[in-house]
Antibody, heavy 119, light 106 residues
Framework: QITLKESGPTLVKPTQTLTLTCTFSGFSLSTSGVGVGWIRQPPGKALEWLALIYWNDDKRYSPSLKSRLTITKDTSKNQVVLTMTNMDPVDTATYYC???????????WGQGTMVTVSS | DIQMTQSPSSLSASVGDRVTITCRASQSISSYLNWYQQKPGKAPKLLIYAASSLQSGVPSRFSGSGSGTDFTLTISSLQPEDFATYYC????????FGQGTKLEIK
């Protein structure tokens, strides 16, 4: 059974850097074709894709947020880490990690973690 | 960037109705289009991938069609559990979600 779970701070101050960790089980990020992505959703708003990392360390970023994002993987720990710099109140959202499957669609999602940006 | 536009933004319908939601891409994305259902407080659930392939475990009343720039999600006979928000998402270049369609009970 594949599971993913997000963890990180619930509250960050403006201008700080956010670090989120996705801990997964049931698959390995060293297996060919496997990836993990991050998606966020501000309260009452639409989903927004942020970043993806693949088994071969290929990394993809949202063009609009690329300058602020870094995605890395730790295969031995079964973790993917997303950092977002210069946080702003508009970055307040639920952050999800998810695994892409057939059609490169996100078929397995974590439960999400709510991050509030406020001083 | 590829923009995804869903219509309508909201929709009222009754149990048993046939419902269609449309998603339009700002450029051709072949069949790299996925549909998700999201209920309040829950993570999205994948319904359709590659425009028309039904995800395992999803009821057959859900179907998807289209290619290029125009896509549709159809629910053939609405059930009470189908009232939710639906999102399209392209995976042709980078990834982009539509703005969502909220399906409400009439």
């Amino acid at each position: 059974q594949i599971t993913l779970k997000e963890s990180g701070p619930t509250l960050v101050k403006p201008t700080q850097t956010l670090t989120l960790t996705c801990t997964f089980s049931g698959f390995s990020l060293s297996t060919s074709g496997v990836g993990v992505g991050w998606i966020r959703q501000p309260p009452g708003k639409a989903l927004e894709w942020l970043a993806l990392i693949y088994w071969n360390d290929d990394k993809r970023y949202s063009p609009s947020l690329k300058s602020r994002l870094t995605i890395t993987k730790d295969t031995s720990k079964n973790q993917v880490v997303l950092t977002m710099t210069n946080m702003d109140p508009v970055d307040t959202a639920t952050y999800y990690c998810a695994q892409p499957g057939r059609g490169d669609a996100f078929d397995i999602w974590g439960q999400g973690t709510m991050v509030t940006v406020s001083s | 960037d590829i923009q995804m536009t869903q219509s309508p933004s909201s929709l009222s319908a009754s149990v048993g109705d046939r419902v269609t939601i449309t998603c339009r891409a700002s450029q051709s994305i072949s069949s790299y289009l996925n549909w998700y259902q999201q209920k309040p407080g829950k993570a999205p659930k994948l319904l359709i991938y590659a425009a028309s392939s039904l995800q395992s475990g999803v009821p057959s009343r859900f179907s998807g069609s289209g290619s290029g720039t125009d896509f549709t999600l159809t629910i053939s006979s609405l059930q009470p559990e189908d009232f939710a928000t639906y999102y399209c998402q392209q995976s042709y270049r980078s990834r982009t979600f539509g703005q969502g369609t909220k399906l409400e009970i009439k």
